[in-house]
């Protein structure tokens, strides 16, 4: 059954008062890539930050989801991090930022000279725990029957509410790993840990640990590994495919993944994993693995047992530890109490817009998921935004 937003958000700050309703033009949820291109965008069209457009994070510090990352991670290491629109105004840029710092602090930095250059004014740390529209199930005294949106924000200092005509939705997806499902997960009795919860490499030293995906991550994971001392084995649904970066098969395998996503947010269905769909470039990293004969992959395994894994031919497999780096899910339940269809797995979304919910507007999602993405997505549904709202 629903909650009301009050019960929501006692559950999750119970003794903390609900303020007063700031009523406001856009709210955007998360200060990642897609979140700050929107807000750039929309400042840039003429919104005041913090009077027409409040951006939200839950995040303790600038960076989006690059603040959690694993620091051996370096810029470059994965794909190209795409400069946020208008960044050179900084004297910044992820063309030139130092390799041999964890890209966590690098992209932190850089967002913060970002967000205070433009003065967009992100609220941090502070959680959406609920959007609604007034047809839902908003029940308070204070809440108006308006067109739009009401925001629920969870702060250190309590509750904040906002009253907004448009919702850009740029949560991400770091906290919603996603792992497949395979027989025997309960029954290992060896570690189990996704791409969130790795650190470092050191803590499997010595250890038998199977990598699970055919992504960039499970690359660097196997490099990262096996230069410190673990036995790695690498096992994946299918047979990755190795593309020279620029070469036609990278850009084919790149654009059909794009039109996948797309389809399957138009659909709303879940989205298909991006780990493994758009080709692995053939880099320095991957001669090194070969070279190191850490580049052995293995068909996906049938099953766990208590001590590793077995093989779909029946070879059983020793592991002390299993690491999931198969990709995510969209984070989205702060948007639950919008009641959108998600028979299919995911929410319907026609070129960043919510088909359910016109207004509601998803940065980052889906065909839009990566740096680049995020940039033409905050651009386009600025622009959309400012149409809207006249
Ligand atoms: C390991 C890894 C490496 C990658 N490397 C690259 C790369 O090199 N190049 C590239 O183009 N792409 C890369 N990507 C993809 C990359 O994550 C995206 O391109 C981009 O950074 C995502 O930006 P975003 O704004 O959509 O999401 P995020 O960076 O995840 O930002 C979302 C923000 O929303 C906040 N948030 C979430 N829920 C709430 C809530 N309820 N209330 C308030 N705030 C909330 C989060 O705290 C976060 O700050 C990589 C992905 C992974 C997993």
Known sequence: MRRSIRERADAVFPSLPIDGITDTKVVIIGAGQAGLSTAYHLVRLGLRPGVDVHVIDRGPSTGGAWQHRWSALRVGDAHRIHDLPGMSETGLSFESAPHDEPARDVVRRYYDAYERHFGLEVIRPATVVAVESPASSFTTADAAPRPGFLVTVRTEDGLLKYRSAVVVNASGTWHRPRIPAVAGRDVFEGRQVTTPEYSEASEFAGQRVAVVGAGTSALGFLDELSAAGAHTEWFTRREPVFADSGSDLGRDRALAAVQRQDEAAKAGRRLPSI???????????????????????????????????????????????????????????????????????GIPVYDGESVDKPGLFLAGYGPQASTIGANRAGRAMAKEIMTRLG
């Open 275 to 345: 780990a493994g769909s758009t080709g692995l470039p053939r880099t320095a990293r991957v001669r090194r693995l070969e070279g190191r004969g850490a580049l052995r992959r293995r068909p996906m395994f049938a099953r766990l047992v208590s001590d590793g894994a077995v093989t779909t031919d029946g070879i059983h497999v020793p592991l002390d530890a299993v690491l999931w780096a198969t990709g995510f899910d969209a984070e989205l339940d702060h948007l639950d109490q919008l009641a959108m269809d998600t028979s299919r797995g």
